[in-house]
């Protein structure tokens, strides 16, 4: 079995990928543990010897930091803010999403800044490792004082509360530990705060997020040439020399891309009898790329936060230092994933609108792409669906981070809300597939009435493994059940 050590090297998104899709177990490495125990110990000795407030160690929470807690509840202290805390609402997130909150979390506790205990951070590894999932919610956090509610409901299991996914059924976390052998962990000071106090929900959610990115930007690119073939388009917009000229690194990647994938092609070497094309496939490299630029500021950010502490407060042994500050605060991921749910909806709008030109009876191709119009309605209708999920990702692309409301009587006075801004452009990229799939089945479609003549090998190639799951369509027939297998067969390609 494939493992990964946790070390504070830097963590890149493509290893998290690898990392989930080899099935590794993760380590911790001697070096980490000895940040991990390092730390715990100076924590332990700091508090025996002082009296001094610490927030968070042994004063309450939020606007309560002025309450002082007596040395010998502590560790009822920290259990008590995981169950205060779990107050997540609505639909329970994906199992995929849970386990990089895992992954995320034990990453960030391992820089020794914390304050956790080892045994504390291997019972996470162990649920990572036993794929034991908590049940966490899609609401509850403002994304400020880190993802308080979802990760109360992540840390649940570790006090032997809450619930899991288990072996496909849900059960409690006392039920967890029976099944294991396992024993709930005793909290000492500061670890409640340490679990709960982190941007590991938001930083899942994007990380996901840019994986899925890479699949929908190269679809889109791949999609958006066979739609140029089709439509019968000109080649010219993708020359490298006009994209030499206007130095956007994005547009010049997918006007490449674009053109290696029309290389060959019968279509696009045949005389055209129109000067130029629709934006929507002219201007296919800088909306596309735009996009690509755009993802590699969000993957940069997201690279560092990763690779980051952001519980508070911070605890620095070696200067004895514990500083009560802000890394928790997810302003930087809350603007990331906005631009990023922009992004990826303007490749669908843009999708949709060469949908609607393949249907329009433009250039030679039949109304709504059927024979005998009129008594077949063809691919009239998933054009209107197209439209409802461009209209949906519209909605959806208003800045989460453009709201904040004051919480805990004001101690916590401004918010990222990039929770929101990270489940929002989670929706955006899940419509982006539907929204693809629609444009595979317009312009094989398409294809099928320029015949005799071929577009390139690599576009028949993804053309003929598309119609095995998707046959062409002669008369109308219940085209529901071709756009689930055209979006899923597009969620499934490897490249």
């Avoid at 493509?14 to 924590?43: M, P, W």
């Avoid at 800045?399 to 929770?419: C, L």
Wanted: net charge negative; charged share 20%.
């Amino acid at each position: 079995m494939k493992e990964h050590q946790i070390s504070t090297a830097t963590l890149t998104i493509d290893q998290v990928e690898n990392i989930i899709a080899s099935g590794a177990k993760l380590t911790l490495s001697n070096e980490v543990v000895d940040k991990i125990q390092h730390c715990r110990n100076y924590l332990d000795e700091k508090i025996k010897r002082s009296n001094e407030p610490v927030y968070g160690i042994n004063t309450g929470f939020g606007s309560l930091y002025k309450e002082s807690i007596s040395k010998n509840e502590l560790g009822k202290l920290q259990s008590n803010i995981i169950k205060s805390h779990a107050c997540g609402a609505g639909e329970t997130i994906p199992n995929y999403i849970v386990k990089i909150i895992l992954l995320l979390k034990v990453q960030s506790l391992s820089y020794g800044h914390s304050g956790v205990q080892v045994s504390t951070v291997q019972r996470l590894i162990d649920f990572y490792n036993n794929d034991v999932l908590p049940v966490v919610y899609e609401f509850g956090s403002l994304g400020a004082s880190g993802d308080l509610a979802p990760l109360a409901h992540v840390c649940l299991p570790l006090i032997g509360e809450g619930e899991v996914n288990f072996n496909g059924k849900f059960i409690s976390g006392k039920e967890l530990n029976s099944q294991m052998g396992w024993s709930p962990i005793e909290l000492q000071a500061k670890e409640g705060l340490a679990l709960l106090n982190g941007t590991q929900f938001m930083a899942a959610f994007g990380v996901w997020n840019l994986i899925q990115s890479k699949q929908v930007l190269t679809l889109s690119n791949l999609i958006g040439a066979l739609s140029v073939d089709v439509f019968d388009g000109r080649i010219e917009p993708f020359n490298a020399k006009v994209h030499a000229i206007r130095p956007q690194p994005g547009q010049g990647i997918v006007a490449k891309e674009v053109s290696e994938h029309l290389d060959g092609s019968e279509l696009i070497a045949q005389k055209k009898q129109h000067v130029q094309d629709p934006y929507s496939f002219r201007c296919i490299p800088q909306v596309h790329g735009a996009t690509s630029d755009a993802l590699t500021y969000v993957n940069q950010v997201f690279t560092q936060e990763i690779n980051g502490v952001t519980d508070n407060p911070n605890v620095f042994p070696d200067d004895d230092l514990i500083i009560s500050a802000g890394n928790f605060h997810g302003q930087p991921l809350a603007l990331a994933l906005d631009f990023m749910a922009l992004a990826i909806a303007e490749l669908g709008s843009i999708s949709e609108r060469r949908t609607y030109q393949l249907i329009s009876g433009s250039r030679g191709l039949p109304n709504y792409l059927v024979a005998n119009p009129g008594i077949n309605s063809g691919l009239m209708i998933p054009q209107y669906t197209a439209a409802s999920i461009v209209s949906q990702n519209k909605n959806l692309c208003y800045p989460a981070t453009a709201d904040s409301i004051v919480s805990s009587n004001g101690q916590e006075d401004h918010v990222s809300m990039g929770a929101n801004a990270a489940t929002k452009a989670h929706k955006i990229i899940n419509n982006l597939y539907e929204i693809l799939g629609i444009e595979i089945i317009t312009a094989s479609q398409a294809l099928e009435f320029r015949r005799p003549l071929k577009t390139s090998k690599v576009l028949e190639e993804f053309v003929r493994n598309f119609r095995k799951e998707v046959p062409f369509i002669k008369e109308d027939r219940i085209l529901h059940n071709d756009m689930v297998r055209a979006t899923q067969f597009i969620k499934d390609y490897t490249f």
